[in-house]
């Protein structure tokens, strides 16, 4: 896919997608919208029950859930196993124009970002001692997870009415199958057909305040 890089309102990057009209994070700020959707109301809040945490990504883009998911466990020591699914990774060239040095002010978190993308597909890599990364250039409808293999999923697809394929009853009862028990799934959506569909698989499902520029976010729980 062409993507064009923008910059959103907290001064933090993201992509546009022409061919779908979509952008990769909010407009209204990608570093926020990670940072809350994501770490607080995910990574945070399931490390408070288990001290570590096998984690699937679904959209790895641009990287940034991944750093800021590797700035939390170095700045806690929680073990974190990242799985991240990416049908279409970005070039090399694409990565460089992000320009995450201009948001992300930690230089030691910076040294990182580019081992992130770098990283071999299709194996798990140790980025620390504490964190594990396996890149999986895959489709989620083709993705077979185990049974009870994750705690905590990140549902980072593109809106529903761009990708409809990823929002269906099949895919949230497979991410339902891949979760432990008390395992969660965190998004930014809050569309009321998404949520009845996390509740037929067996969620429940937790209406649960937005970032800045979003009323709500969605979080399913096993």
Not at 57 to 86: I, P, R
Request: glycine share 6%.
């Amino acid at each position: 896919m062409h993507v064009e890089v923008r910059q959103t309102k907290d001064g933090s990057s993201t992509l546009f997608v022409p061919e779908l009209n979509e952008h990769y994070h909010s407009v209204h700020g990608a570093l926020q919208e990670s940072q809350h959707v994501f770490i607080k109301m995910g990574l945070q809040a399931t490390l408070e029950r288990l001290p570590a945490v096998r984690l699937l990504e679904v959209g790895f883009g641009t990287g940034l859930n991944a750093l800021l998911t590797l700035q939390h466990s170095l700045a806690t020591g929680a073990t974190v196993q990242y799985d991240t699914l990416e049908k279409y990774p970005l070039s090399a060239e694409v990565v460089d124009k992000l320009e995450f040095e201009k948001f992300i002010l930690n230089p030691e978190l910076l040294d990182f970002f580019q081992p992130l993308h770098a990283a071999p597909w299709e194996q798990p890599v140790p980025i620390t001692p504490n964190f594990t990364l396996q890149k999986l250039e895959i489709d989620l409808e083709a993705f077979a997870p185990a049974p009870e293999s994750y705690d905590l999923i990140y549902f980072d697809a593109f809106a529903p009415e761009k990708q409809p394929h990823l929002w269906t009853d099949a895919i949230f009862q497979k991410l339902y199958d891949a979760l432990a028990p008390g395992g969660r799934l965190v998004t930014y959506c809050a569309k009321g057909s998404f949520k009845r569909s996390l509740k037929a698989a067996g969620f429940t499902v937790e209406a649960l305040p937005g970032p800045p520029g979003k009323r709500e976010m969605t979080r399913g729980v096993k």
